[in-house]
């Protein structure tokens, strides 16, 4: 029988989360979304605890962390405040999925300024997942990719990339032309300075507003094939895609049994549709119980003195 309780190391993670989470994510929850981003003081403090530095110690991190520790993590960061829980989620997927997916060489170019002391807290990074007709399911991924000479010319959009209109690696999931399901589905990094590329800065969100996040469009843009981290149907890519929504889900309101399953390499299908439908009834959860606050708190309810009504906005914006 599985044992879902945490190690003692993850619970010790866990609690200095909690303690950051309710000390100082909650607190600057609302002048967060007023400001539309999150503190830079804040970030240096997450980044010194090691909590936003995931990645090994050969690139500066604080040591590789299990899903399940990391969805511990999430979790106490969503409890503390969504919209800033995904702020860090969001720009840490980038740099996760080059290390998952990515070479040596990717790795140390692009994981490396995330684990610098003195800047490290700056970097952001990006994953580009849902597109306009759809949502955080791979076989809905539509954006494609075909090769011509040593380019990729790249078609299709995506929306809600947070922190995608400012990031280093920016990646988004395509895949290879004229392939569906897993099999061609890959992870390519993208610069926006290009012909052919147009970045659309999401404003008047419903919720997550201190997490900043653009629109792409991409119309027979050209990208080199160095961008490409690993190979298509890649584990690297298909555990990135998986992990990402292993993360929502610990952040609309924590689960960690399909975490067990990424950590335990269970086979990518199962990984991948295990991670989707954990994401998708974490969010149903989270829009249920924050609308049935605002109903129990009444009138009070919709005012910005009580968070209710910013937390339920950030549960209905990340479906």
Not at 84 to 110: C, E, R
């Amino acid at each position: 029988m599985l044992n879902f309780a945490p190690t003692q190391e993850q619970e010790e993670i866990r609690q200095l989360a909690q303690s950051l989470a309710m000390e100082q994510v909650r607190p600057q929850g609302r002048s967060a979304e007023q400001q539309g981003d999150i503190s830079p003081a804040l970030m240096k403090t997450l980044t010194q605890t090691g909590l936003t530095t995931p990645f090994p110690e050969e690139y500066g991190g604080s040591g590789a962390v299990e899903a399940v520790t990391y969805t511990l993590i999430a979790e106490e960061l969503g409890f503390g405040d969504g919209a800033l829980a995904m702020n860090i989620i969001g720009s840490l997927m980038g740099p996760l999925t080059v290390l998952l997916a990515g070479d040596k060489s990717q790795q140390q170019h692009y994981i490396t300024p995330f684990s610098d002391a003195s800047r490290g807290h700056l970097q952001r990074g990006s994953l580009g997942f849902a597109e306009r007709t759809g949502g955080y399911y791979v076989t809905e991924i539509s954006a494609t990719i075909r090769t011509e000479g040593e380019q990729y010319i790249l078609n299709g959009s995506k929306r809600d990339v947070i922190h995608g209109g400012q990031s280093s690696p920016r990646v988004v999931l395509v895949r290879l032309e004229g392939t569906s399901g897993t099999g061609g589905l890959c992870a390519l990094m993208v610069p926006l300075d290009i012909a052919g590329a147009r970045v659309s800065h999401d404003e008047g969100k419903l919720g997550l507003i201190a997490a900043p996040s653009a629109a792409y469009t991409f119309e027979n843009a050209s990208v080199s094939a160095t961008c490409m981290l690993g190979q298509p149907g890649g584990s690297g890519v298909l555990r990135a895609a998986a992990l990402y929504n292993i993360l929502r889900a610990a952040v609309a309101c924590g689960t960690a049994r399909a975490a067990t399953s990424w950590d335990r390499g269970t086979g990518c299908e199962t990984l991948v549709q295990e991670g989707e439908a954990a994401q998708y009834q974490a969010i149903k959860i989270a829009k249920s119980a924050t609308i049935d606050a605002i109903q129990i708190l009444g009138g009070a309810g919709f005012i910005q003195d009580h968070p209710a009504e910013m937390w339920m906005r950030n549960a209905a914006a990340m479906e």
